[in-house]
């Protein structure tokens, strides 16, 4: 590695027009990843981005490398490419989509045009070979006419297979420079005109169905509103959202989209938050509570202080983390690249073979064994079968970021349908993490119940421990004033209520106050073996009253914990809570692996375990107790991380709500996206051969080999692209 005063401070980041397809990707990495200072490649193949991390000086080399390979590459925010200077120190500017969109409208038009062009002159170059007379002028014209039309259709692919061809590498646009310039000098010219035509329409449409997919997340930009109502200078003023600053002041209408990340301050009412967590059902807000970029307020205006600037909202890095797991090779997609490098060579040898031995050892005419060659090398064309992993993967990640799943690559997408156990955090994961009051009765012959809840309530509201908080939340009576006010540390709190000395504590605190009994030991035990804490409020005569308080489930723990188990994945509870509580936990839910009282170390060590009995292994937690069993475990899950950094950041995948159903939606998920794979690459590969035997025997034509891969290549993309509507 460089060292760290050469390193570049931030990343250049370029735009490449032509770079559309992991042919284009392989191509560039082939070329840059052996330049030393070079830290990383990071592909965004729908925006036609690279972002390219490396030393100073490794960075220049680099874009003379991309340019010698063919591309030209065009930093981001810049206009035409800047010096290597300029891109090596600084900011990158942002990128500017309605720019983008502009240029894509205006190159989509010139593309239709000349494609438009070339077409008809292709047909014309047929009509002259079929219809006018066979004569030196009419051939010579008609020539022309095709030759003008592979020029139209064709350049770039020209271009591009040239410089393959030089660099000794027969990737698509060598085939076809091959293919169509053999064809054209045996006389085949009104063939290898509509070819090429024919080729690139094929190209386009294959390019605008993947980009379907690879741009089905952009959808998620537009959620979000331009700009939002803010208060400036005492009035209500309408500002653009990326000018509008943390801490202002913002109000969002009934029916409008909230603009920015906030938290509310004045209101009442529900939103949907569909677009961020996936959740079905609109979720009640109020003061106090968090509101997220892109959602929908249904029924009430709601006042809120902007928590995130329109660049770093929760929305704007869920699609970051998207757009970054799109430019990552899953395993079948690295194995499918790899055999296409195999693949493409060797059907050009037995194309060559056919060209020059069939007419030798077979008897074959030389123009009809070099036309077959010429067949075989169309069908050569590993675009179909290149294209089966990446569309599904894509649509794949979509389809999950629609439901409030981020999935951070098409590895863990892939990986996921292995999964054979999943480790499960108790507290946030399985039960709400907040506890609650689920008993309040009398003990030892107290007759006036209310009266000790106003008494209990007294002393709980004025601490902070989180289960005397939950008392008093969950006690509807009036509080009374504490006198004396005192925290018991590990044990509990004293005060004077009423004129009587009281205290409220644990059972070790009654039992240093002597006041345990048989009866109240037996009565302890049978809460803390329902997973409960037991609070006891007593007096100078004894305990007056004992308040049950509950981590309780979540409601579709229950549910999810089954659903693992019918998908044949074993869940295991694993928690710092003492072990009868687990153990009460883990029977209501429905997990017969529950293991208390662990440390941070105790669960990376159940992580390695689990791994060994059981295989592929998941953890499912908060994303920050738990970083080393994340880090540990196979794939990390991390539950109800809207609006977290730390849990975006430790794990593999983010469920942006609570629902623990979504680990199951997730590996579900991941075994259709298999199968879809296997399907697509079965479906380039088995129509390539029946072409190839079809060609061999001299019932193909170039137009078939066309028609079939353009067939092969759409059947794939649409396969692909079902996984979005599930």
């Not at 559309?20 to 981005?49: K, W």
């Not at 970051?320 to 790899?338: N, S």
């Not at 999950?400 to 799943?405: D, E, F, T």
Request: net charge neutral.
């Amino acid at each position: 590695m460089a060292p760290a005063a050469t390193l570049v401070a931030a990343p250049g980041t370029f735009r490449i027009a032509t770079m559309d397809c992991s042919i284009e990707e392989s191509e560039i990495r082939r070329v840059v990843e052996p330049i030393a200072g070079i830290r990383g490649l990071h592909f965004q193949l729908g925006r036609r981005l690279l972002r390219i991390d490396g030393s100073d000086d490794a960075l220049p080399m680099a874009l003379a490398a991309i340019r010698k390979a063919g591309f030209v590459p065009e930093a981001v925010g810049a206009g035409p490419l800047a010096s290597a200077d300029a891109l090596g120190h600084g900011h990158v500017p942002a990128h500017d989509h309605s720019r983008e969109h502009d240029q894509a409208a205006v190159s989509g038009t010139s593309i239709y045009a000349r494609l438009a062009a070339a077409l008809g002159l292709a047909l014309a170059a047929e009509c002259v070979h079929y219809f006018a007379p066979d004569t030196i002028a009419w051939r010579v014209g008609g020539m022309l006419v095709a030759a003008v039309a592979i020029w139209l259709a064709g350049i770039e692919t020209y271009t591009k297979g040239l410089i393959a061809l030089r660099r000794g590498r027969l990737n698509i646009n060598a085939l076809m420079s091959v293919a169509v310039t053999g064809a054209f000098v045996i006389g085949q010219w009104p063939e290898a005109a509509m070819v090429m035509a024919l080729y690139a329409i094929a190209e386009l449409i294959e390019a605008r169905a993947v980009d379907k997919a690879r741009n089905a997340i952009q959808g998620l930009v537009e959620l979000a509103p331009d700009d939002a109502e803010v208060m400036l200078d005492g009035a209500w003023q309408r500002r653009k959202a990326a000018a509008i600053g943390i801490g202002t002041i913002a109000r969002v209408r009934p029916g409008e989209r909230v603009a920015l990340d906030g938290t509310v301050l004045k209101g009442y009412g529900s939103v949907d938050q569909a677009s961020v967590t996936g959740e079905s059902m609109p979720v009640d807000k109020g003061p106090g509570l968090p509101l997220f970029a892109g959602t929908i307020n249904v029924d009430s205006e709601l006042e809120y202080r902007v928590t995130a600037a329109a660049n770093d909202t929760t929305l704007a890095r869920i699609i970051h983390a998207v757009e970054e797991a799109q430019g990552t090779r899953a395993p079948t997609q690295r194995f499918v690249d790899r055999f296409a490098t195999i693949y493409t060579p060797t059907i050009f040898a037995l194309a060559l073979a056919v060209a020059v031995l069939s007419p030798l050892l077979l008897g074959w005419p030389w123009l009809e064994a070099v036309y077959k060659a010429l067949v075989l090398l169309v069908i050569a064309c590993p675009c179909a079968l290149v294209i089966s992993t990446p569309v599904s993967v894509v649509s794949g990640l979509a389809s999950a970021a629609r439901r409030g799943i981020l999935i951070k690559g098409g590895t863990y997408l892939e990986t996921a349908r292995l999964i054979k156990a999943v480790a499960l955090d108790k507290t946030g994961t399985l039960t709400e993490g907040k506890p609650k009051l689920v008993e309040a009765r009398a003990w030892g012959g107290a007759d006036d119940a209310g009266a000790w809840q106003s008494l209990a309530k007294s002393l709980a509201a004025r601490s902070d421990h989180p289960v005397s908080r939950a008392i008093a939340a969950g006690l509807d009576v009036a509080p009374a004033e504490v006198d004396a006010f005192k925290a018991l540390v590990g044990r509990g709190v004293e005060g004077v209520v009423a004129g009587r000395r009281l205290v409220l504590g644990n059972h070790r605190l009654i039992k240093e106050r002597q006041q345990a009994t048989a009866a109240l030991d037996a009565e302890l035990e049978a809460h803390e073996a329902q997973g409960r804490t037991v609070t006891l409020l007593a007096d100078e005569a004894g305990v007056r009253a004992l308040f049950a308080v509950a981590d309780t489930l979540k409601p579709g723990s229950v549910k999810a914990v089954a659903q693992l188990a019918r998908m044949g994945v074993t869940a295991v509870m694993l928690t710092g809570d003492n072990p009868t509580t687990a153990q009460a936990v883990a029977r209501e839910a429905g997990i017969a692996d529950a293991r208390g009282g662990l440390l941070p170390q105790d669960k990376l060590g159940a992580i390695g375990e689990m791994q060994k009995r059981y295989g592929l292994t998941a953890m499912t937690g908060d994303g920050i107790n738990d970083a080393p069993a994340l880090a540990q475990a196979d794939i990390g899950f991390a539950m109800g991380a809207a609006g977290t950094d730390i849990a975006v950041e430790t794990a593999d995948v983010v469920i942006m709500n609570d629902n623990l159903g979504r680990i199951a939606e997730t590996i579900a998920l991941s075994r259709r996206t298999h199968a879809i794979l296997w399907q697509n690459i079965v479906i380039a590969l088995a129509i390539k051969a029946v072409f190839f035997v079809l060609a061999v025997f001299g019932s193909a034509t170039m137009w078939m080999a066309v028609f079939a891969d353009m067939g092969a290549s759409l059947l794939v993309v649409a396969n692909g692209l079902r996984l979005m509507r599930d």
